[in-house]
Antibody, heavy 120, light 106 residues
Framework: QVQLQESGPGLVKPSQTLSLTCSVS??????????WSWIRQPAGKGLECIGR???????RNTPSLESRVTISIDMSRNQFSLELTSVTAADSAVYYC????????????WGQGTLVTVSS | SFELTQPPSVSVSPGQTARLTCSGD??????ACWYQQKPGQSPVLIIY???KRPSGLPERFSGSNSGNTATLTIRGTQAMDEADYYC?????????FGGGTKLTVL
């Protein structure tokens, strides 16, 4: 059974870069052309998709975050990562990694989420 | 930009039918998904491609999508169904989430 687990710093200073990693266990990240994705949720608020990347290289980031987001896949480590630059307090949220099987099929697998706070 | 609108809250009595709506321009021309999120937990996919249920999901959850509105229907609502529900669709392959509806079972 495939599982996802986020990891990374829980506290990031304003203007710095937020870096998170999602480790995939119970299966290979390269088996199947899935979209490996990052989604965030500010405290008490709704979900926001940050972006996604497939092992074949197809990517799509939310336009409002496009200039600050990099998503990458490391198949040798069976993990994928998020980098969000120039963070502000508005980027404080629970960050989830998730898997989407195909457009139209939704995010069928989620990590447990990791809280990131942006503060000096 | 494409937006999905959900009512902030819906209340239903145990055993009754809950209908949660999600509105967006020509939403019926796109695929809609629904997620259930309980406090402190990750979202769970409960409906995809408008009306399909992942394996193992109770049949009392169903979905439809037509015109400008997608609807999640929960028949025989139980106390365990109390949660936040989010709709989600794609706009030019960009993922869009609705703001969420808090379902209260009382």
């Amino acid at each position: 059974q495939v599982q996802l687990q986020e990891s990374g710093p829980g506290l990031v200073k304003p203007s710095q870069t937020l870096s998170l990693t999602c480790s995939v266990s119970g299966g290979s990240i390269s088996s199947g052309d899935y979209f490996w994705s990052w989604i965030r949720q500010p405290a008490g608020k709704g979900l926001e998709c940050i972006g996604r990347l497939s092992t074949s290289g197809t990517s799509r980031n939310t336009p409002s975050l496009e200039s600050r987001v990099t998503i990458s896949i490391d198949m040798s480590r069976n993990q994928f990562s998020l980098e969000l630059t120039s963070v502000t307090a508005a980027d404080s949220a629970v960050y989830y990694c998730a898997r989407m099987t195909a457009l139209g099929e939704g995010f069928d697998l989620w990590g447990q989420g990791t809280l990131v706070t942006v503060s000096s | 930009s494409f937006e999905l609108t959900q009512p902030p809250s819906v209340s239903v009595s145990p055993g009754q039918t809950a209908r949660l709506t999600c509105s967006g321009d020509n939403l019926g021309d796109k695929f809609a998904c629904w997620y259930q999120q309980k406090p402190g937990q990750s979202p769970v996919l409960i409906i995809y491609q408008d009306n399909k249920r992942p394996s193992g999901l109770p049949e009392r959850f169903s979905g439809s999508n037509s015109g400008n509105t997608a609807t999640l229907t929960i028949r025989g609502t139980q106390a365990m169904d109390e949660a936040d529900y989010y709709c989600q669709a794609w706009d030019s392959s960009t993922v869009v989430f609705g703001g969420g509806t808090k379902l209260t079972v009382l």
